[in-house]
Structures are given as structure tokens and as C-alpha cells.
């Protein structure tokens, strides 16, 4: 019988030699198969990028500021509901009782009316342009409404002499803090895009006074001109703001004794 190298059967032959390759192949085509089914077993056949299932960041946000705005007139309207089953015999004397009011007035829990200013703010258009001579093109910084513009207009309206201030359709109180996220305003929960309004109650001309001797407003004036920033004051005549209708808890403060 031949031995040479071609005889089947004999551990040289071409055709019984081991192939590591070829097993190789085939484990790499069963690891695609396995990540093709696994794909298609979590999208279950729709679109991931386009699926209106998955909500948003954005939508999430005004979502839960929707929901705290409902929140809120719930809360409100308890609130009514409790002090007018107290009001029927709470066993208190009129003293206490105007002075339970008086707090609840500075509080700012309680509606106030008279006559009242609205100042209004905007982000500048887009595609603005430095409208003066000497100013750089403006950035984008530039253009949109910040923190402390918001905040430069209602310190300017309590130093007038407001006896009540409402952002947007919020009131706020001593514990309200104006924050913005990009161009957006947070307050107490709820989520607004501009342009922002606020109004307080007061003396109109007080208030416009107090308005035009602030330093930071002067300052957002010049980005008004030169950029075109939005800014309207305007006098409303008798206006009644709501009390503040959200939680009065303190949680990181405790009153003076």
C-alpha cells in the first residue's frame, strides 16, 4: 500500500487537515446574527431615533412645569377652602385676627391691588447686528435674556417701594428665586420662555424712578440700544395681583425667635 502524502486517510492529507480559520468565520457570522436579533428585539421593529415614544428632556421639563402649575392652583385653592372654615369660629379675638392678616399680607400669600407698572423683557432678534458705531458684533451672550437682567428689575421694584410683585403669573414672596437655564426662567417650579413680564403694585412714578437709577438696568440699557434687547414699561392702571399660592415651608431656614 502507498504511504506518499496523497493517500487519503493519512494525517498530512490536505483535506483532514485542522482549519482554525474557517471556525473562526463561522463564530464571527454567529456573534452578527446574535447582535442583529438583539437589535431588532429592542427597537420591536420601530424607528429608535424617530420613535414619539421617547420623550425629550424639553418635553419632560414642560411636562412637570404643567404639573406643578396645577399643583399649584390646587394648593391655592385648599388654602381658601381652610381659612374660610377657620374664619367661622376660630376662637381668636380681632386683634389676633388683624394681625394674623397684617403677616399674611407682607407674606404675600394674600391678593393686593392698586395701581401698577409692567416692565417687559426680550431676547434680542437672531440675526441682530451692533446697531452703533465702536461695539463689537454681539455674541451670543449677548442677544438673550439673563439672570441677572430679571433679577436687576424686581431688586429695582422692591427698592421703589412695591407692595407686590408678580413675575409672569407667579407672586413672589421673600423666599422666590429668579433663576434661567439658557434663555429660559425657572421660578418656584415652573418653567417660561420670553418675553418675561413683570408687574408690580405701587407708586408708578416711584417705581419708573427706582427703575431708570438702577445701575444694572442702565447697563441692559446699553444692550438695548445697541443690540436691540427688548424693553417696554408700561402703566396698567389698577391691577390686583394674586397671593402666592405655593408651599410657605422653610426647609434650610428657621424664622428669629
Known sequence: MSNSADSPGTGSSPRGRFRPVRVLTAAVFALAGLIFFTSFNTAKGTDIRTDASLLKLSDLIQERSRENGELDETNGALRDDVEALAERDDGSTKAEDDKLAALEKKAGTQKVTGEAVTVTLNDAPPDATAKLPGYPEPQPDYLVIHQQDLQAVVNALW???????????????????VRCVGNTLILQGRVYSPPYKITAVGDPEKLQKALAASPSIQNYMVYVNVYGLGWKVTEDGTVTLPGYSGTVDLQYAKPVE
Open 159 to 177: 427698592l421703589g417701594g412695591a407692595k407686590g410683585i408678580k413675575v409672569m403669573d407667579q407672586r413672589l414672596i421673600s423666599t422666590s428665586a
